[in-house]
């Protein structure tokens, strides 16, 4: 976020670190002020009560059977009181009443972990809903029809809806928003950018069948991705437009799903000295985006960031096995370091960046980094069942699917980033993919259904269902497993793919 001149942070030291010092009037009135915050703190963060009785308010019970790190603030604190830690602060005064079950915002049953049901059907109206027109006020998604659409394909999927009723309605959707000069636009008579292409395909995807899959004109595609292509690896996510590793993500999405040629088209070979592919100098691109806290940035010297950290991985992941693609593009210690900082607790919820607030469509961003990275570690698959052999999970699946459950779920339907803001299809989506990265362990095989050498490692992963010994949630509450690199089901890639392999291959 750019600085902006002239407005200072709100940065405050504790004044009982100045106690050598006399004290002047303004520093007494401002100690007064902290002693203050310090009481009102104190009440925001340990006695919330639903009582409405006078005197003293008394601590309200959680739920039984939630642990006591999910019910109470950190005992470490950082002394230097900040804007930033004010808002931390007033964050987990909103998220304790719904961590610990007492909000009269939640809707129950709650079950023996303290853990509120999913509310499915809610869910399912407020996404069937978002497929509809929309008021006035959304002009500004004008841009995002393909997300749109997407979002809510994703989230009826997770939670087990067949979405291919919606097959032509999907395709007449997207049809007018599909350039003749290769790639979809955001909306009507608008320039093709790599997100709204990516969540065009992966909804046509969703949807499946040889009408969705015969709607994409895939020489265009791979031409107008020609000319995205830059030198120093990257690809810019529209003609003109900025280059970052969301560009990177979509464009290695579209060319494996839709089975494009590597090289180059015409045209460009001669532009790109020494890049004869459209993924030569991409996994060193990558590399570059890693910063010096460990975690990945859009481009190369920005900050890192959960939802880049994982278009960078799936990419590379994409661009062969991560045992391989990871481990020799990335410090993985250092990854593993900042990943890790993203899990709060007693929110149970990540972050996407240092010093930021929970927010849960992280659920999915940082939460899908990490089969990713569990899969470099677990190195090459010897066989076609899960490894005998696992790093194992390397996050809280209990403290996300508390957040998820307890925090994101809105009472009118939807899901949201955090307790006090409004539900969108775009948290609806993330959310529950999120809450699906809890209750699958995904893994690799050495088995791909595609049958060429290019891409294979990304068409070998499986899935299976956590154990439900040690699930917090209820077993009716499990949604569908996703693809860790696609983020659609496992068989629609797989029917993608193979649709197009079979397919004459584009030619000049
Ligand atoms: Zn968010």
């Excluded at 595609?450 to 439900?468: G, L």
Aim: glycine share 10%; charged share 15%.
């Amino acid at each position: 976020m750019p600085l902006v001149a002239g407005k200072r942070r709100n940065v405050r030291f504790p004044l009982a670190h100045l106690k050598t010092a006399p004290l002047t009037t303004a520093q007494q009135k401002q100690k007064h002020g902290h002693q203050k915050q310090n009481l009102n703190l104190k009440n925001r963060l340990g006695n919330h009560s639903t009582s409405s009785s006078g005197g003293e308010m008394a601590e309200s019970a959680a739920q039984p059977g939630i642990p006591a790190l999910f019910t109470q603030p950190p005992s470490l604190r950082d002394p230097l009181v900040t804007e930033t830690t004010d808002l931390q602060d007033a964050t987990l005064s909103k998220c304790l009443p719904f961590l610990k079950g007492i909000s009269d915002a939640q809707k129950g049953p709650f079950n023996a972990n303290g853990v509120p049901a999913l509310q499915r059907g809610d869910h399912l109206d407020y996404l069937y809903d978002a497929l509809e027109d929309y008021p006035a006020g959304f002009v500004a998604m004008d841009s995002s029809r393909p997300w749109m659409i997407y979002w809510s394909l994703a989230g009826l999927t997770l939670m087990g809806e067949d979405v291919t009723p919606l097959r032509q309605r999907v395709i007449e959707s997207l049809r007018p928003m599909q350039n003749p000069t290769g790639g979809f636009g955001g909306g009507h008579g608008q320039v093709s950018h790599l997100a709204s292409s990516y969540a065009a395909i992966l909804s046509l995807a969703m949807v499946g069948g040889s009408d969705a899959f015969a709607l994409v004109d895939r020489k265009t595609m791979w031409q107008w991705l020609g000319n995205l292509k830059q030198n120093d690896g990257g690809f810019r996510v529209c003609e003109g437009g900025e280059e970052d590793v969301r560009g990177a993500y979509c464009a290695s999405v579209i060319i494996s799903l839709l089975d494009l040629p590597l090289a180059q088209p015409p045209g460009r070979q001669n532009e790109l000295p020494g890049l004869s592919k459209l993924t030569d100098g991409l996994a060193e691109y990558l590399s570059r985006c890693q910063t010096f806290e460990g975690g990945i940035s859009g481009s190369p010297g920005s900050e890192a960031h959960g939802a880049y950290a994982f278009c960078a991985l799936a990419c590379l992941s994409i661009l062969g096995p991560p045992e391989e693609t990871i481990a020799s593009h990335m410090d993985l210690p250092l990854l593993l370091s900042w990943l890790s900082a993203r899990q709060y607790a007693p929110e149970g919820g990540f972050s996407g960046r240092t010093n930021k607030l929970v927010d849960g469509c992280y659920s999915h961003w940082v939460g899908s980094c990490w089969p990713l990275i569990q899969s470099a570690l677990d190195g090459h698959p010897q066989s076609a069942s899960a490894p005998s052999t696992t790093v194992g999970s390397l996050f809280s699946h209990e403290g996300l699917a508390r957040y998820i459950l307890s925090c994101c779920q809105h009472p009118f339907g939807g899901l949201r980033d955090k307790p006090g803001k409004h539900a969108d299809s775009y948290h609806t989506c993330y959310v529950l993919t999120g809450l699906s990265a809890t209750q699958h362990h995904h893994y690799r095989t050495d088995s791909s259904p595609c049958a060429k050498e290019n891409f294979s490692s990304a068409f070998s992963w499986q899935s299976r269902p956590t154990n439900p010994e040690e699930d917090v949630f209820e077993q009716g509450d499990r949604l569908t497993a996703f693809h860790p690199i696609y983020v659609i089901p496992h068989q629609a890639a797989e029917k993608m793919r193979l649709w197009y392999e079979a397919e004459s291959p584009v030619v000049v």
